[in-house]
């Protein structure tokens, strides 16, 4: 895994003291306090997944949106020099009643700077709503940004669950993709759960990625999946959320891990939520469980993406940051929606040199 401590730590390569640091929850202008290196994290934002409520149709499939990628830069900066940091917008959450309707998109976030620097973060994209076909795929995360300095580092964010072998009268919905602070090349670690076994008697749905395993993938039967962990993966075609940076069934993070490692990050080492007919909130890093119904008080942890849903409104149930959010397969006639995309955050440091 890598911490943001670790991240400046290694790129600054010793010698240099911490100066500043400035959370940037919102679009701001940063202005450098001295001579020296700007060490960032910048979070994309995610996108939100799709919706169907359709009495025409039987079958209602919903896939989870993907999150947004993560960047990493060091850039070297001079007393007084000025960055501005312009964060995307969460993919809109959507829903209606008797409606299919696609997520939306997020947008990508940038910063700019000065001798022309710019570094752009690629938001997530949209999950989707069909009914009578065999197979959805669930939103891509973002990747490809650009630009940078030659010390850039970038971690594709996750993709929400897909849909395949879709038949008869199934009612699906998948889980939102988790962000992936921890940088697995493969980011398919972190993705929502997928589900393969739709026939016309299933009612399924799937948990949402934890930031060190997928949301619980169904593979046969009707069931309700758990979020994955920072730890491990959300078993397969059970209600258990992954385990937390220790392996731990627990939505907890380890108190000794996180005074350790989150000193200038977030905390990101705890479990997912356990699926059920309205999951609880899962643990910092965390995706929640999918639900029959989610509760408005439901949030992902840090980076963790939100659960599938079969009706009524997840609107409220916010992923963690820069993480999808789960789509939702209503009833028919009931309405609902689902929640908007994971919010971009940025952290700056600033380091000096010391003799």
Do not use: W
């Given at each position: ?23 940037l929850?919102l679009s701001?202008?940063?202005v450098s306090?001295?001579?020296g ?10 996108a ?13 499939l919903a ?5 947004g ?13 000025s960055?501005?940091?312009t964060?995307g917008a ?14 939306n998109d997020?947008t990508?976030s940038?910063v700019?700077?000065?001798n022309s620097?710019?570094?752009t ?12 076909v ?21 971690f ?6 897909n849909?395949?072998?879709?038949a008869?009268a ?6 939102g993709g ?11 670690t972190t993705?929502?759960?997928?589900c ?7 009612n399924s749905a799937t948990?949402?990625?934890g ?6 993938d ?6 309700l ?11 397969n075609n059970a ?6 940076i220790?392996?731990t069934?627990t ?6 891990i ?8 977030i905390?990101y080492?705890g ?29 992902a942890?840090n980076f963790?993406?939100t659960?599938?849903t079969?009706?009524g409104?997840?609107?409220a149930?916010?992923p963690?940051?820069?993480?999808g ?9 009931t ?5 908007s995309?994971?919010?971009p955050y940025?952290v ?5 040199k010391?003799a």
């Amino acid at each position: 895994m890598i911490t943001f401590s670790q991240a400046f730590s290694a790129a600054a390569g010793g010698g240099y003291m911490v100066r500043a640091v400035r959370p940037l929850p919102l679009s701001s202008v940063v202005v450098s306090p001295v001579a020296g290196l700007m060490v960032y994290m910048m979070i994309a934002p995610g996108a939100s997944g799709g919706f169907i409520d359709s009495a025409a149709s039987a079958q209602r499939l919903a896939t989870g949106g993907g999150a947004g990628e993560i960047v990493f830069d060091v850039v070297s900066v001079g007393v007084n020099d000025s960055f501005t940091f312009t964060h995307g917008a969460p993919g809109v959450g959507v829903g209606s009643v008797n409606a299919t309707v696609n997520g939306n998109d997020a947008t990508n976030s940038s910063v700019t700077g000065p001798n022309s620097y710019s570094c752009t973060a690629v938001g997530g994209k949209k999950g989707l709503a069909a009914s009578s076909v065999a197979s959805l795929a669930g939103g891509a995360g973002g990747t490809g940004g650009t630009g940078g300095s030659a010390k850039v580092l970038r971690f594709p964010g996750a993709r929400g669950g897909n849909i395949s072998a879709a038949a008869g009268a199934a009612r699906i919905a998948t889980g939102g993709g988790a962000a992936n602070p921890q940088g697995f090349a493969n980011s398919t670690t972190t993705r929502g759960g997928d589900c393969s076994s739709a026939t016309s008697a299933t009612n399924s749905a799937t948990g949402g990625g934890g930031v060190g395993g997928n949301g619980g993938d169904v593979t046969t039967g009707s069931v309700l999946t758990g979020g994955g962990g920072s730890g491990a993966a959300a078993p397969n075609n059970a209600t258990t959320g992954g385990g937390n940076i220790k392996g731990t069934a627990t939505t907890a993070s380890p108190a000794d891990i996180l005074s350790l490692l989150a000193v200038y990050g977030i905390d990101y080492f705890g479990g997912g939520s356990a699926s059920g007919s309205s999951p609880q909130a899962s643990g910092p890093g965390g995706g929640v469980g999918a639900g029959s119904t989610m509760g408005n008080s439901v949030l992902a942890g840090n980076f963790g993406g939100t659960g599938g849903t079969l009706g009524g409104s997840s609107g409220a149930a916010l992923p963690g940051f820069g993480a999808g959010s789960g789509g939702n397969s209503a009833p028919g006639t009931t309405g609902g929606a689902t929640a908007s995309g994971g919010l971009p955050y940025a952290v700056v440091i600033f380091l000096e040199k010391v003799a």
